[in-house]
Structures are given as structure tokens and as C-alpha cells.
């Protein structure tokens, strides 16, 4: 064995010997029991980052840890593939997205196999592949013909000079990210999932998902937000229409003094007199610019217009005038809010600023006068100006004014979900293709299922201008009618790119599967997914929807499985701090001498630390972290930094810390190969060889837990470098090399899953034919534990005075006799009065005298 660590040199050998052995090939012809963890699939930008390493650690970790347990192990990899991005660097670097894409998948295939993970690399595939995308479009038609996709007018951000819809980020202050022209709002057809038709069923099984961080489950229940109360109708003066609202607070609904419209509510036109329509039109186009989560913040300025139109409140007859108000969103409740000042904190605000009416109709105990309030009333109290209910407690109020309304046939109660059906439709080139034929005869046609897959064309004219290139393509668009031949036209719009990571998991289990969207009994074996990794940026939108496609799957009949994913980590942020010049902006780590600008000489001035980023220039190549130091140690810092869920902050001093761990533990082994050779692990041993055995078999015991649910990385990895230093400090090496050959080997094997590489060397130099890989993990010895012998406190007087050791099942009167004779104790009893010796099992021994 060389005295020298070659990282590159050990990690090349064991990834090639790997990948030769197809060491992580599953397959479901095992009896042993299963286990599936994965982690989010990477969008493929080109190059891995350092969040990129963080998180693929944890989850290989895991795999061989599970492994090692005596799991079948499922550990996939494949690319998040669509998406603007390519998009973008098409447009920026006059290629193909197709081109683009492709390529950067095999950079980072190539990347990810140098960090030695244990992928089942056959299970691969990228969701712009065809063979991948068809059975997501076979699923599509399914689900349109149990009404559960369908399409309908919607509000899209849409660039008249580009001529395409944006997404909200691509909106920068009302303007276009590319060309910086204003931004219009612009009614689409757009296809939709009806995902509230499971509202109740995902809210209900969130309470079933216990290996979820809480924190997680609570955004989605927020996200789902089921509320109870009562749909009210309004009654527009004068006209047969009303408007209809949803509240939780109909025990507030006498004190309602005017009306709230969201500006994409569809009454709005028709509310708006003649001579309030330029100032109407003018306001909504003014807030189409806003951005809708800034609109509803508290410290957001409360705006609105009136539309000269008015309501009638249905209990007390009175008038109230409708607005036109910013605060107010159409995808809340119905897009109306009866608005109440005197009890809700927005309208009281908007009410102050247009000389609108306040009626206090909850009353605390110190009551309130409407001229001096400052603030609404929020909290509970009496009814009062409520007709009959006044008097009675507000919580009670709710129930009998809701059984009124629906006696008086003016509202009912109802059961409301802040959640809405989620939109797929984009009109964007790098997608899916939605699977549909529009015929002037026969309307919207679905295409067949033997016509699949609609293959997304790559001979286009890409630009970025003008929408999306297949609206432009002949050869794409035109197509006979599935139902009559007549000419028709294809769908150009495609999936929104969450549609393929909300069921990518399942496919997993059958990638090559071509009978179907699932092997059912390939995808009922393997799932749910035992273990998920990822960002908590997911929580709600890939999170919730890959929910609700394990839902629709299931009902489809092609898996049984309720919830895709048993346990789910959220692992932190890579940070570093950020370096600044006054003259060139952000700097690279290399861009900086001697605490100065290399280019310009001024002092750089040093930010916290933050999220890595290209931005900033607080970024770390892992290519070049791997080369100067090894995969092995590259993973083993942003796994011992910092736990897997907390943010990990970039340090360079850790990283040569790790490193120097690694060549200690190899010169280690490579120091006392001659010495333990021909001498097999110790089953037992006495004296000092039991004192270094409690040190191993403890660590076994900490490392196993930590890693075993818990996640504890870091203090696992400290355990083992704990019992490395034992091993260094072991002075009977020569008395006991079997006891030695069994530290040096736990230490090798509790490496495993964090330093693969390294640790499949040194088992190989310390004599082992069998893959370490597939080792069986060690098990702690519970006799080996039990301390032949213990250390006890001595005080005389309460006082310190010594220390005495003694046979862990020494006599208590042996005890007392020892503490006794320590020279020390001895001294300072000598010529005094002996009154009592109290013992405290396997802690202390306190002498008095007098």
C-alpha cells in the first residue's frame, strides 16, 4: 500500500471498477426488503454546483448506508430536461435547445459519475425524451376524458413586441425581462388540471405524512387553505345580476359598507358606468402591472377606483358602492370581498382613505367608538347594529347567521379552498406537446392513443421572437382530423414543466417499460419513494402537484400507492461570503490578492455570507475542488460542515481539514498492514485491547443512529474521527493487533457511505476480495460496551479531593476502602474524625469528617 493518498488515482480505479461490475444494478428479484431514495432530478444548466454536491451526498449516503443494511436498494438518476432556460441559451448562444440540453446532460452525467454516486445508471432517461413524454401526454387524455384537463379563457402576462406570454419572473417592474417593453394582461385559452377536485384528499392526507418536516406540511395546508363559511349574494341595484362573495366572517356582514372587486373580476365592464370607465380602465391596467403577492402584503398601499355602480347589503337594505381595489385578488375566494372597516385592518384603511361608512358590529368589552378608532376591531365581542343577532357572542352569530341566509335563500354555507386548478398551458417551444386537434367540424378532437407520441419537432427556425416556433410550423400544425379527415390544427401550446416532475418518480421503477405509462407491478413494488431529497424551495408547487399526480395515476388504475413520498429532507443552502469592489462589482475568490482588487489594486469589501451564485461571484467549482483534493473529500466537508438541513457555509480552512482526515486515516492503515496482516478481528478482548473495543463498538452504536433516520452526518463523521484519534493514542498495538485490525476496519466501514472511494482501497490493501460496497454494516457489541472498570470523583467534605479506580462491579465496601487509601483522600483525613463515607454508584464517594 503506498504511504502517499492519490485521490484521483484511487477515486478513477473505484468508479471504473463500479461501473464494470454494475455494482448498483436493482432489480425487483430480491428477497431481500426494499428501499427507493432519491433525490430531486437536476435541471441539466451545463455544470454541477456546489448545492448539486451537498445534495446528491446526502442521498448517496443513504443508499449505501441502506445498502449495507441488507436493503434492495433504488437510487435513479435522470435530468429535469424542459424548460425556459434552454430556451434562453438558445436564443443567447444561437443554438437549439435540443443541442443545448443534450449536451449539457452528458457534461453532467460525466460530472456526477466523478463524485462516485451510486446511481442505477440504466434506470436513466430525460424528460424531453419522446419515449418519456408519451405516456405523460397518454395521461393527459385520460384525464380529459373524465373531465378531470380542460381549457378555458385565462389571464396571461403577454409582450405585444416579443409577441409571446411571460411567466411572472420574466415580468420586471411591468416590463419584459428581454425586450424592456411594457407588459400587458392578455385573455388565452388555456388548458387546466382540476387538482381542487382532490383539495379535500390532499389536505386530509397531509395529516398522514409523518416522516415530513412540519414546517413543509404547514405551507401546504396554507397553500390548499380550506376555509368554512357561507357564500352571500349581493343584489346590483337596479339589475337582475349579483354578485357573489365567500366569507368566513358572516357575523361581520351587517357592518359591510361597501364592495371590493379583484380588477380581473369578469363584472367589473359591465359595473362600470359610462362616466367612470376611462378612469376604471386606467386603474386596471395600472394594477395588471403590480405584482399580485406584493398587492395583498400589509404594508402594500391600499388603491382602488369606483365603479360608479352599486350593491345591496341582503340583511340590511343598505346601499353600498363597488369598487375596484388592488388588495383584492381573482384567485381568492370569488375575486368580490364584502368589505367590513370596522373589522378587517385593509378595508378599514381603504375606507379611511375614500370617506367610506363604518359600522361597529362586534363589540369588545371596552367598547369601541367609531370616530376615534384607530385600528379594526379583529378580535371577538357582542353583536351590535345586527338586527336580531345583537347581543349574542360573535363565534355563536356565525352558525345562526348562517342558517338565516340559507332560510332567507340570500347565501349558504360553504366550504372554500384558496387552492385553484392548476394551469399547464404554455406557449412557450420547449415542452411537451399538448396531445389535442382543434377541427372547425368537430371541435376539440383528442389525438388517438396510437398516434403517441406528438413528437416536439426539432426543424424550427428558433429565435425567441414571435411565440413559439411551432404556431409558425406547417408541417406541425396542419393535420387531418382524427374523427372526420377534414385539414385541423395541432395544440401549440405545451405542458407547463412541473407536469413532467410530478410523476418522473414513478416512471423510475419502469423506464423502459413500453406497454404503458407503468409496469403496475414494477411501480407497486417500489413505491412510494422511501426517502426524498430535496430543496424546501419545492414545498408547495412540485411537492403538492407530484401529490396530486400519485392520486391521479392511482385512480387511473396504474399504481396503488396514495402518497409518492414517504420521508422527505430539505436540505439547507450552500453559502460563502461575497466579495465586492467599489470599481468592478462583484469578485471571484481568484479575482482578489492580498485583500485587493487584482485588477484595479482597491480594497475589496466583504459581505455576509449568502447563497452561492453566479451573480455574486461567491461560487465554487466543484471541478476544481475535486481535482485539487478528490470527490472523497469534496463530499465528506459538505457533509461534516454542517447538518443536512441547516445552511452550509463555504470554508476553505474545512475543506483541507477533511482532507488531512483522509490521509490520517490512510497512513493509518497503511502504517499497521504489516503488523495485522495475518490476524483476523477481534471477537474479545482484555485490558487495554477492552478499553479501545468500548471506543469501536460506541462508535458503531452513535454512527448507526445518527446516520439511521436521523440524518446527523456530521456528528457520525465526528464519532469515527474520535475513534481514528483512539486508534493513534493506542499503546498495545503489538499486545493486541487484533483488536487493531478491528478498529482499523470499523473505521473503513463506518466511511463507506461518506468516502466510498477511498474506503474500498483500503479495505482492498487490508485483504479483502468482496466489495465493501456490499458489506453487511457492523453491529454494535453490547458486552463490548460494559467498562471492566470505572473512574470515581472523591471528595472529603464536599470538596474534590481525588480520584480512585475500581472494578465496575466492585462491593461498595471495596469502594469506600479504595477512596480511603487514595493519597490524596488519605492527607486530608489524617488526625481527623472519621463520620461517615457515602457512595454514589458509578459516580462519586463523599468522606466526612470532622
Known sequence: MQERYDAAAVELKWQKTWEAENSFRVSEESDRPKYYVLEMFPYPSGRIHMGHVRNYSIGDVVSRFKTMQGYNVLHPMGWDAFGMPAENAAIQHGTHPAKWTYENIDNMRHQLKRMGLSYDWEREFATCD??????????FLKMLEKGLAYKKSSSVNWCPDCQTVLANEQVDDGNCWRCDNEVVQKELEQWFFRITDYAEELLDCIDKLDGWPESVLTMQRNWIGKSIGCEIDFQIEAKQDKIKVFTTRQDTLYGATFMSLAPEHPMVKELTRPDQVAEVEAFVAKVAKQDKVKRTSDDYEKEGVFTGSYCINPVSGEKMPVYVANFVLMEYGTGAVMAVPTHDQRDFEFARKYELPLIVVIQPEDKIDVESMSEAWAGSGTMANSGQFDGIDNESAKEKIADFLEEQGIGKKAINFRLRDWGVSRQRYWGTPIPVIYCDSCGVVPVPESDLPVVLPTDVAFSGEGGSPLASLDSFVNTPCPTCGKPARRETDTFDTFVESSWYFARYACPDYDQGVLD???????????????????AVMHLLYARFFTKILRD?????????????????????????????????????VDGACSKCQTHVTTGRNEKMSKSKKNVVDPDSLIARYGADTARLFSLFAAPPEKDLEWNEQGVEGCYRFLNRVWRGVAENLELIKDVAPAKSADGDGADLRRIVHRTIKKVTEDIDGRFHFNTAIAAVMELVNAIYLFDAKKEHPEVLREALETVVILLTPFVPHIAEEMWSQLGHEDRLSLRSWPVCDEEALVEQSIMLVVQVNGKVRGKVTVAADAAEEAIRQAALEEPNVARFISEKTLRKVIVVPGRLVNVVVS
Open 130 to 139: 419522446a419515449d418519456y413524454y408519451r405516456w405523460e401526454q397518454l395521461v
Open 556 to 592: 387511473l388504475g396504474m399504481m396503488d400507492v396514495d402518497e409518492p413520498f414517504t420521508n422527505l429532507l430539505t436540505q439547507g443552502m450552500v453559502c460563502m461570503e461575497t466579495k465586492q469592489c467599489p470599481e468592478h462589482g462583484w469578485l471571484y475568490p481568484e479575482e482578489i
Open 520 to 538: 403496475k407491478a414494477k411501480a407497486d413494488y417500489w413505491l412510494p419513494v422511501d426517502q426524498y431529497i430535496g430543496g424546501v424551495e419545492h
